[in-house]
C-alpha cells in the first residue's frame, strides 16, 4: 500500500527529461568513424568478440523450437484463455534496446542504425531458424502476424519509432505514456489492424536510461517516478486498447555496466549514456543505484498487483522478469562475455537479442509466482501443453 500512496503523490507532478542528447551521441559516432585510432578500437574489439563467438553476426541459438504450433478454434474473449496463435498484432514501447541500436554494426557508423527488423521483442526479419525473436516465435503459431518490424532505420530517422515499434533511442520512462499514446493512434489507423478483435501482444521494457542517469536528476529517475511513468502509460491503453496482453519487462541490472568499459569507444560511450553505473564514484553510489534497481522492481510490481487492471476480461498486465536476477554471462577464465553486446559494449547484439527473446518467451509460459528471474544460455525453449496452452496471467495461473 505504501508504493501505490507514494506513486499517487507523485503523479501530481511529473517531471519531464529527454534522456541523453541523441544529436551529442550523433556527434560522437561521426567523430570517431574519422579518426584512425577510434577505427582501429573498433576492429580490434571485433576481432576479439570474433574469437568468442565466430557467428556473432548472424548467432542462431543451441535451443531448438520443437513446439506443436496449435491455435484456439475459436477466437477467444477473455485473455486468460488465450493461445500464442491466437495473438494477431505484436507492438512494443521502449528505448534503444528495443530499436536494437547498433545489434549488429559491423563498422562505427553502424553504431547509429536501429536493427528495428532484428529485435528481440518486435523483429520480424526472416524466419525463426535464421533469427531468433519474439515474433519470429509467434509467427510459427501464426504466420499472419502483423506488427512485427522489418526494416532498419538510422537513428536520427526513428525519434517517434517506426510503425508499431514506438521505442526511441534515448528515452526514458517519462515519455512511455506518449510512446503508448503514438502506438494507440497507430494501432487505430493501421488499415490491417482489426483495433476492436485482433488480439495485441504489446510489450514494454524501458528504466536502463534512468538507472544509467539517476545520480544527476534523483527526483525524475527515483523508483515512485519510474513506477508512475509506467502506470501512466498502462492506464492509457487499459482505457482505450480492446484485446491486449502486455509484457511488462523487469529492468536489468545496470551496476554491471562498469564491467563492460573495454576500450576507448566503449568507455568514451559509457561515460555518455552510462555515467552513474559506468563511472560510479563511491562504493556509497553503487549501493544507492542497487537500492534503485530494486526500488524499480518492487513498484513496478506494486502497480501491476494493485489490481488496477483486473477489470476487463479481455486486458491483463503480467510482470516478466527474466532479466531481474541476470548478470553478466562469463567466458571460462571468468572474463566478460562480450558476444552478448554490440561493438558499443552496451546495447544487445545478435546474441543477445535471441537470448532475450527466450528468456521473454519462456516467461509467458510460465505460472505467475513461479516465473524465471534469470535467464541462462542453457535453457530449452518451452512450449504450451495440452493441460497449460494459455499464456500464464494471475488469473489462469491459479
Known amino acids: ?81 488465450l493461445r500464442p496463435g491466437d495473438i494477431k498484432v505484436v507492438a512494443a514501447l521502449g528505448d534503444s534496446l528495443t530499436a536494437s541500436l547498433g545489434s549488429n ?15 528481440w521483442s518486435i ?20 504466420p499472419n502476424l502483423k506488427g512485427y518490424s522489418v526494416k532498419n532505420n538510422l537513428m536520427f530517422n526513428g525519434k517517434t519509432g517506426k510503425g508499431l515499434n514506438v521505442a526511441v533511442s534515448g528515452q526514458e520512462a517519462n515519455h512511455v505514456p506518449e510512446q503508448a499514446r503514438i502506438l494507440i493512434d497507430r494501432l487505430k489507423s493501421d488499415h490491417e489492424v ?11 521494457f524501458v ?31 487499459y482505457k482505450e486498447v480492446p484485446r491486449v496482453f502486455v509484457n511488462l519487462v523487469s529492468v536489468l541490472n545496470v551496476n554491471d555496466v562498469k564491467y563492460l568499459n573495454r576500450g576507448l569507444i566503449c568507455s568514451i560511450l ?11 564514484e563511491t562504493a556509497e553510489d553503487e549501493k544507492e543505484l542497487s537500492e534503485y534497481i530494486d526500488g524499480y522492481h518492487n513498484y513496478t510490481e506494486a502497480v501491476v498487483d494493485s489490481g488496477r487492471y483486473d477489470g476487463r476480461d479481455d ?24 558476444s552478448y553486446f554490440a561493438p558499443d559494449c552496451f546495447h544487445f547484439s545478435t546474441k543477445g537479442q535471441a537470448s532475450a527473446a527466450i528468456g521473454l518467451w519462456n516467461n509467458m509460459l510460465q505460472p505467475v509466482g513461479k516465473k524465471s528471474t534469470i535467464w541462462r544460455p542453457e535453457d530449452p525453449i518451452l512450449c504450451p501443453t495440452t493441460q497449460n496452452p494459455y499464456l500464464f496471467t494471475k488469473l489462469n495461473s491459479n
Open 1 to 81: 500500500m505504501k508504493y501505490l500512496i507514494l506513486i499517487a503523490l507523485f503523479g501530481l507532478y511529473c517531471p519531464i527529461s529527454l534522456g541523453y542528447n541523441i544529436d551529442e551521441y550523433i556527434d560522437t559516432i561521426n567523430q570517431f568513424s574519422n579518426n584512425s585510432i577510434f577505427a582501429v578500437d573498433f576492429e580490434e574489439n571485433i576481432k576479439e568478440i570474433l574469437k568468442t563467438e565466430p557467428n556473432y553476426f548472424n548467432y542462431t541459438p543451441q535451443a531448438k523450437f520443437t513446439c506443436e504450433t496449435q491455435i484456439s478454434t475459436e477466437i477467444p474473449t477473455s485473455v486468460h484463455k
Open 105 to 119: 554494426a559491423k563498422t562505427i557508423l553502424g553504431l547509429l542504425i536501429e536493427y528495428r527488423s532484428r529485435s
Open 123 to 142: 523483429g520480424g526479419y526472416h524466419e525463426l531458424e535464421k533469427l531468433f525473436t519474439l515474433p519470429n516465435l509467434i509467427k510459427k503459431f501464426n
Open 194 to 204: 482489426d483495433f476492436q478483435n485482433d488480439w495485441k501482444l504489446v510489450t514494454i
Open 207 to 237: 528504466g536502463g536510461n534512468d538507472l544509467c542517469d539517476y545520480c544527476k536528476n534523483r527526483d525524475l529517475h527515483n523508483p515512485v517516478a519510474y513506477s508512475t511513468y509506467l502506470q501512466h502509460a498502462l492506464d492509457l491503453l
Open 270 to 280: 559509457h561515460k555518455r549514456v552510462c555515467p552513474c553505473a559506468a563511472y560510479p
Open 315 to 338: 486486458f491483463a498486465v503480467v510482470v516478466q522478469p527474466f532479466f531481474k536476477n541476470f548478470r553478466l554471462q562469463r567466458l571460462p577464465n571468468g572474463n566478460v562475455d562480450f
